[in-house]
Structures are given as structure tokens and as C-alpha cells.
């Protein structure tokens, strides 16, 4: 299943063009970003960022997401083995902030 085009941006990296998307619900209170290619059918991308959540916003403060921390966790993924093209399981990437 994709990632829905409600909601979700566009961004370039290296001259591929990808989709992203901030999920509403945190895995184990991380903060989670799906990514996957926005031309080519391949595995997606979940990025888990130790940065705090909170379902009552006004709770705590929150930084928000910035395309620039996405492009470069999009890079760090790659590096560390993520292949947007080909199929498979998703891959999670676990990144501090």
C-alpha cells in the first residue's frame, strides 16, 4: 500500500523524486516519516526519529520536520542499505535528533 497523496509532500534528493509523509500515529513514542519513490514501485521508507510526540500538541513543545532533515535522513537511509526501487519489506531506519 502507498502512501496517500493527502497530506503527503514532495521532495527531491539527488536528482530522484520521492513523497513523504508524517504519520499520525508513533511507533514505541518515536516520531514516524513514511517515504517511498514518487515515480518507481519499491520498497517504502519508515523513518523513526527519537524527537518527542504527544497526541495533545499544547502538552509539550514540538520541532517541526523540516524537507532539509528529510532529504538528508532520505541520504543516511540510502547510505545504510535502503533500496527505493526494489521491492521488499519496508525499511526502518531509526535516526536521533
Known amino acids: 500500500m502507498g502512501i496517500p497523496k493527502k497530506?503527503?509532500?514532495k521532495i527531491t534528493v539527488d536528482g530522484e523524486n520521492?513523497?513523504?509523509l508524517i504519520r499520525r500515529q508513533p511507533y514505541m513514542d518515536y516520531l514516524n516519516v513514511a517515504v517511498e519513490?514518487?515515480?518507481e514501485t519499491g520498497s517504502k521508507l519508515i523513518i523513526m526519529a527519537n524527537r518527542p510526540v504527544s497526541k495533545d500538541c499544547n502538552s509539550i513543545q514540538m520541532k517541526p520536520v523540516t524537507p532539509a532533515e528529510v532529504?538528508?535522513?532520505i541520504n543516511?537511509?540510502?547510505k545504510?542499505?535502503?533500496e527505493?526501487?526494489?521491492s521488499g519489506k519496508p525499511f526502518e531506519?531509526?535516526?536521533s535528533s
Open 93 to 95: 531506519f531509526i535516526v
Open 76 to 78: 543516511q537511509a540510502i
Open 18 to 20: 520521492f513523497i513523504w
Open 84 to 86: 527505493p526501487k526494489e
Open 80 to 82: 545504510a542499505g535502503w
Open 71 to 73: 532529504s538528508s535522513w
Open 37 to 39: 519513490h514518487a515515480e
Open 7 to 9: 497530506g503527503s509532500r
